[in-house]
């Protein structure tokens, strides 16, 4: 019943979102990624997952995500796993760089979101992100969401800065928690300039406008998609929604694919895949991510 449910949801948006529309980048150039780098991915996979799994509390203690980055050092966590998404910001050893991460949701009550007015998008406040465009519109339901955990983060942030000395920040999520990393790795690095700012994401869905897929460009950015996940399809390109580049997509084979440009329409992409609205499967966006078998949600706590 469950799928079903999802089914029909995507389904009955997909008739409305099947119109044609620019493709991004017309060429599709795609490349494989080299299998000697894939295992680089395999700390941010678990950062991302453990999001899932740590529930706000004080101690990094969450089974094997935690185990598997285990030096590991916590700051702040928080978040409700509701209206404020979970979340937690640390210093990682291993990468020499701060961590901050952001949980997703559930696949049914993401679908129900993205169908709910909060798709409208709205302009990025200038007291969160000082000297930004204008013409930069974002996910106004993402943006709020964003706003409950913006000042915690940034503050445990200037924390662990001043205590490593270091300013490497790397955020990550996935799927929702992907579109939450975007937003606050823009917000960081606007309010503290001379950071190292990186984003690696899963299953995260289109953020925010043709402006904000340019802008978000210029940021060291990795967005991994797998096969038939449908969340990346959202919010549409019809309504004016854009990817930034960056794009790594896992095919069902689970072969490796760099896809150049913005929402690359090679069917080795995640635009391209999923072109035939009716060729999707809602598991796909719970992984596996890449051949450790990662696989994100709560129900893998």
Not at 111 to 138: A, E, T
Not at 225 to 234: K, L, M, N, V
Not at 290 to 298: D, I, K, L, Q
Request: net charge neutral; aromatic share 10%; glycine share 8%.
């Amino acid at each position: 019943m469950l799928l079903k449910t999802i089914s029909a949801v995507f389904l009955c948006s997909s008739t409305v979102f099947a119109a044609p529309v620019k493709d991004e980048n017309r060429s599709g150039t795609v490349t494989p990624v080299p299998v000697s780098t894939i295992p680089a991915y395999t700390p941010y996979k678990w950062f991302a997952a453990a999001a899932y799994c740590t529930k706000g509390a004080a101690n990094w203690t969450c089974g094997t995500p935690c185990a598997a980055n285990s030096d590991f050092i916590q700051y702040a966590a928080g978040g409700d796993g509701d209206a404020t998404p979970y979340w937690y910001v640390g210093w990682s050893p291993s990468l020499a760089s701060i961590v901050v991460a952001h949980e997703g949701t559930d696949p049914t009550k993401f679908l129900n979101d993205l169908s709910d007015m909060r798709v409208l998008q709205s302009q990025l406040p200038l007291s969160y992100f000082p000297g930004i465009s204008s013409n930069i519109q974002v996910h106004g339901g993402w943006l709020n969401t964003f706003e409950r955990s913006a000042a915690t983060t940034l503050a445990t942030v200037k924390t662990i800065i001043a205590a490593r000395a270091s300013s490497n920040i790397t955020v990550v999520g996935h799927s929702l928690g992907g579109a939450l990393a975007n937003l606050n790795a823009v917000h960081l690095k606007l309010q503290l300039p001379s950071s190292n700012v990186k984003i690696v994401t899963f299953g995260e869905p289109r953020v925010g406008n043709r402006a904000w897929a340019d802008y978000a460009s210029t940021f060291d950015i990795t967005r991994i998609t797998h096969s038939r996940d449908p969340i990346p399809a959202f919010p549409a390109r019809l309504i004016g929604y854009v990817h930034p580049e960056g794009e790594i997509h896992i095919d069902a084979a689970g072969r490796w694919n760099a896809c150049a440009g913005k929402d690359n329409p090679n069917a080795l992409c995640s635009t391209g895949e999923l072109a035939n609205v009716f060729n999707y499967n809602i598991l796909d966006h719970l992984g596996p991510y890449g051949p450790s078998a990662v696989f994100m949600g709560t129900i893998f706590c």
